[in-house]
């Protein structure tokens, strides 16, 4: 009797086991390609600008407006961070648009806002007609 309780117990711990064969190396059916889905539409920024400076004209003047609404954002939070974003309409006017960028941050810069609060961005819309520089704050 003590002989067949090791045979037992192996038998009962193996009864889940599946045995070796083929079907255990053979390699798993390719999966079919699956349509890819349509691309989703681009959000530019849902976000309000708190200043939007269009360039429909090449040089608008926005220093006095910008000016105002930095102070207003300073006084409100003194720690505000803004992010400068140039819009256009593709990216072959991408220098153009990143030196309007730097522009608006220099401008914000004068009125004492540390550079490490200025973050700048570049995006592409093709929708614009003109570029546009937007200044966000966070």
């Known amino acids: 009797m003590t ?3 090791p045979a ?3 038998m009962l711990t193996f009864t889940g086991c ?6 255990t190396f053979a390699p798993a059916p390719e ?3 699956q349509p890819a889905p349509p691309p989703a539409p681009v959000v530019i920024d849902t976000r309000t600008p708190l200043v939007l400076i269009d360039y429909t004209i090449p040089s608008p003047d926005y220093a006095e ?3 105002y609404a930095v102070i207003a954002a300073e006084k409100r939070n003194a720690d ?13 006017d991408a220098a153009l648009a990143q030196g309007r960028a730097i522009g608006v941050m220099k401008a914000i810069m004068r009125d004492r806002v540390p550079a490490d609060r200025i973050h700048l961005g570049l995006r592409t819309d093709p929708t614009l ?5 937007r200044v966000y704050v966070r």
């Open 3 to 5: 002989r067949l309780v």
């Open 8 to 10: 037992i117990i192996a």
């Open 18 to 23: 599946a045995l070796v064969d083929q079907r």
């Open 31 to 33: 999966a079919k390609a």
């Open 65 to 67: 407006l910008l000016h």
């Open 80 to 92: 505000v961070q803004y992010d400068v974003v140039a819009v256009t309409s593709d990216a072959t």
């Open 129 to 133: 007609t003109a570029g546009q520089v």
